[in-house]
């Protein structure tokens, strides 16, 4: 299997006044104007409402109402990608998702830790990186640091710590490789 690393480093973090009154801002127009309008036919006024925060969102793009964004303007999303139903991204840290992509409903992306070495407890920045036509199913954990190839599946409730290669099917906690993806049709 090839190795697909990505060059992110991790980033030791304390969030400036003006990060914190965004978010208070964001949490404020999320609860009032992007979570009460959940038919289809508002899909593009979220768009439009994370794209005002900050968000870097391509075109033809689904995000439900349910989904928890934590900031918007670490969020970054290629042309046709869908984020499902109460899907969370608690992307303190940086969150990058490709083109063609899935994250099913549950899921929960999470961009940062702690460095639990440090009596201070410091929070540490690890950005996460889906690249293209990657599936991430149902209620499936992605923590921080991480990289899912393309075209991979991370299978439903699996939990994922280590990066998954392109082309391939994970599951379980912690996830394992399960076998190759291969398309059929």
Known sequence: MEDISVNMTEVRHVF??????????????????????????FRKWRIFLLRCFGAKIGSS?????????????????????????AVDCY????IVIGSNATISQKAYLCASTHDFT???HTLVLKPITIMDRAWIAADAFVGP??????????????????????????GGNPAVFIKDRKILK
């Open 16 to 41: 400036s006044l003006k990060n914190k009154l965004s978010r208070v801002l964001w949490a404020f127009i999320s609860f009032f104007l992007f979570r009460p309008f959940s038919p289809r036919l």
């Open 61 to 85: 793009c689904t995000v439900h109402s349910s989904v928890k964004i934590w900031a918007p303007w670490n969020l970054e999303v290629g042309d046709f990608t869908c984020i499902g139903p």
């Open 91 to 94: 992307n303190q840290g940086k």
């Open 118 to 120: 440090d009596t201070n």
């Open 145 to 170: 640091g991480v990289t899912i190839g393309e075209g991979a599946v991370v299978g439903a409730r699996a939990a994922v710590y280590k990066n998954v290669q392109n082309w391939t099917v994970v």
